[in-house]
Structures are given as C-alpha cells and as structure tokens.
Nanobody, 126 residues
Framework: QVQLAESGGGLVQPGGSLRLSCAASGGTGSPNTMAWFRQSPGREREFVAANRHIGGGTWYAESVKGRFTISRDNAKNTLYLQMNSLKPEDTAVYLC???????????????????WGQGTQVTVSS
C-alpha cells in the first residue's frame, strides 16, 4: 500500500553535508514510524535513525549521534535525514523504511518495518 521513494544522495567530501528525503505515497497520512537504514557492500543493513509520530520518540545509532538529524513533514508525507560532518565510513546506500505497528523496543530492527524504499547512494570521499 505504502510506497517510499528516497532522493538526495550523492558524492560529498568528508566534513560535508547532505539532506536525504523519503516521500511516502499510497497510504492515508504518514506512516507512524519511519526510519533510515544504510547498507554497504558485504555488510548487513545497519540502523541509522528512526522517528515515531504518535507516541513520540527519535532514535539514533551511536555512530551518527550529534551529526545526523531525522525529521518529517507530515503534511508532505516526507521523511528527512540531515547529515552533517560526513565521514568516509558513512558511505552506503541509504534506505527509507516505514512501519504501522513498530514498538519502541524494535525501532532498530530491520524486520520491524514492512515498507522499504529502493535506496539512494551516499558516497563520502575526497
């Protein structure tokens, strides 16, 4: 029912910034819990950040805390990830995820989400 489309990825130098967007469509209103994951070749999908509207809450991976900010615009059904002070190790495909019944203790779990975007490539390199 819900489709997710990421955009905003690209090539950026270390220390630079990017803002990713995830547009949700096909559902009624924005999904309650939305998140960003990332995946690089040979690695498992890694949690980055999550946001819950009803019930509240934001969650960040320790590796991005203080550098990334997750937010959403419910009127536009769009999730954002502002990424600052980017490092080469941030290089990955960033995937948007959404779920309708994600509980707080499972926001970092891939299997908790039932909708996924196709991903947008972020490359941090000099």
């Amino acid at each position: 029912q819900v489709q997710l489309a990421e955009s905003g990825g690209g090539l950026v130098q270390p220390g630079g910034s990017l803002r990713l967007s995830c547009a949700a469509s096909g559902g009624t209103g924005s999904p309650n819990t939305m998140a960003w994951f990332r995946q690089s070749p040979g690695r498992e999908r890694e949690f980055v950040a999550a946001n819950r509207h009803i019930g509240g809450g934001t969650w960040y991976a320790e590796s991005v805390k203080g550098r990334f900010t997750i937010s959403r615009d419910n009127a536009k059904n769009t999730l954002y990830l502002q990424m600052n002070s980017l490092k080469p190790e941030d290089t990955a495909v960033y995937l948007c995820a959404a779920g309708s019944g994600v509980i707080a203790g499972r926001v970092r779990i891939v299997g908790a989400y039932n909708y996924w975007g196709q991903g947008t490539q972020v490359t941090v390199s000099s």
